[in-house]
């Protein structure tokens, strides 16, 4: 089955500064990969996501790139600001169905 | 509220009593779906519906639990015999049909989370 691999698992960043947040997954049938933000006990929200047959994909200050090929994938924040912190975590999903999820990426952006 | 909504939002019960669970996914979504997320960890997924019929169960998901969606609307997921393990958010998320949304996105709900004593 697929397995998803996310790093780092706590990133502390200055205000004003860009965060990466990386995932590699297994399953090469995979073919969409979404971006959840969790703010602390609130629910999954999603903030980006990507088809497997789109290379990048941006949306103001956050943008997903994929390498299909070395199947991974990347979540960019640039001019991150302190309402950026929260969990973030990657997914994969084959067809219609599941998703499987990342550990998460603990951000914090200091004022 | 159009979203996902589930209850109850919180459960505390005793080790050994059954606990059953609400899920009302967005109006029209045919696609359901129930994960478990455990502190510091991400959701881990435990059954999918496709109108009323269950398509897939994962392993985690042990002969104590069991999950309907009767009329393919609302869904119940049940608990019996509860252990401490158990003790996690239980998360919804519905998926519109096929072809879907743009990417078929999982909208999820709030969440119950449940505490077993």
């Known amino acids: 089955g697929e397995n998803v691999e996310q790093h780092p698992s706590t990133l502390s960043v200055q205000e004003g500064d860009s965060a990466v947040i990386k995932c590699t997954y297994s399953?090469?049938?995979?073919?969409?990969f979404p971006w959840y933000k969790q703010e602390l006990g609130k629910r999954p929200q999603l903030i980006i996501d990507?088809?497997?047959?789109?290379g990048e994909k941006k949306d103001q200050r956050i943008a997903v790139t994929l390498n299909k090929t070395a199947k991974h994938f990347s979540l960019h924040i640039t001019e991150t600001q302190p309402e950026d912190s929260a969990v973030y975590f990657c997914?994969?999903?084959?067809?219609?169905?599941?998703?499987?999820f990342g550990t998460g990426t603990r951000l914090l952006v200091s004022p | 509220d159009t979203g996902v909504s589930q209850n109850p939002r919180h459960k505390i019960t005793k080790r050994g009593q059954n606990v059953t669970f609400r899920c009302d996914p967005i109006?029209?979504?045919?696609?359901l779906y129930w994960y478990r997320q455990t502190l510091g960890q991400g959701p881990e997924f435990l059954t999918y519906?496709?109108?009323?019929?269950?398509?897939?169960k994962s392993r985690l998901l042990s002969d104590r639990f069991s999950a309907e969606r009767p009329k393919g609307s609302f869904s119940t997921l049940e608990i019996q015999r509860t252990e401490q393990g158990d003790s996690a958010m239980y998360l919804c998320?519905?998926?519109?049909?096929?072809?879907?949304?743009?990417?078929?996105?999982?909208?999820f709900g709030p969440g119950t989370r449940l505490t077993v004593l």
């Open positions: 399953d090469s049938a995979s073919n969409y």
């Open positions: 998320a519905s998926s519109p049909p096929l072809p879907g949304g743009p990417l078929g996105e999982q909208f």
């Open positions: 997914a994969a999903r084959t067809g219609f169905q599941k998703l499987v």
């Open positions: 990507i088809r497997s047959n789109v």
């Open positions: 109006s029209e979504h045919n696609r």
């Open positions: 519906f496709q109108n009323e019929a269950q398509l897939e």
